[in-house]
C-alpha cells in the first residue's frame, strides 16, 4: 500500500492557477503510476490525469488538457498538478490515487488520498 497527502487546495479565481501537491509513503513509489481524480458537489468522481511511474507518459481529460500539467519527482515522493486557467467548473475536491496501471480508470488505482478542496470562483 501506498499512503498519500494532498495538499495545496484552496480558493481562486476564474482563470487564476493553483499547484495541487501530493505526498507518498510507503511501497516504492517510483513503482506506480500516479493518478489526479476530482469529485464536484452531486457528481461522481471523474478522472483528470495520469503519469507513468517513469514520468513519461501523461495522460489528460478532455477538459482538463492544455490547462493542467501533471508531475512526479520520484526522489522526494512527490506527485504535482499544476492547474491554470481555471474555470469554476473545476470547483471540486481533487484526490491523488496510486496504481500499477497509467489509465483514466479510478478502478486501476488502489491507493487514494482523502482530496483537497479546489474552489473556483467567476
Known amino acids: 500500500q501506498v499512503q498519500l497527502v494532498e495538499s495545496g487546495g484552496g480558493l481562486v479565481q476564474a482563470g487564476g492557477s493553483l499547484r495541487l501537491s501530493c505526498a507518498a509513503s510507503g511501497r516504492t513509489f517510483s513503482s506506480y503510476a500516479m493518478g489526479w481524480f476530482r469529485r464536484a458537489p452531486g457528481k461522481e468522481r471523474e478522472f483528470v490525469a495520469t503519469?507513468?511511474?517513469?514520468?513519461?507518459?501523461?495522460y489528460y481529460a478532455d477538459s482538463v488538457k492544455g490547462r493542467f500539467t501533471i508531475s512526479r519527482d520520484n526522489a522526494k515522493n512527490m506527485v504535482y498538478l499544476q492547474m491554470n486557467s481555471l474555470k469554476p467548473e473545476d470547483t471540486a475536491v481533487y484526490y491523488c490515487a496510486a496504481g500499477f496501471v497509467t489509465s483514466g480508470s479510478d478502478a486501476d488505482f488502489g491507493s487514494w488520498g482523502q482530496g483537497t478542496q479546489v474552489t473556483v470562483s467567476s
Open positions: 503519469i507513468s511511474w517513469s514520468g513519461g507518459g501523461t
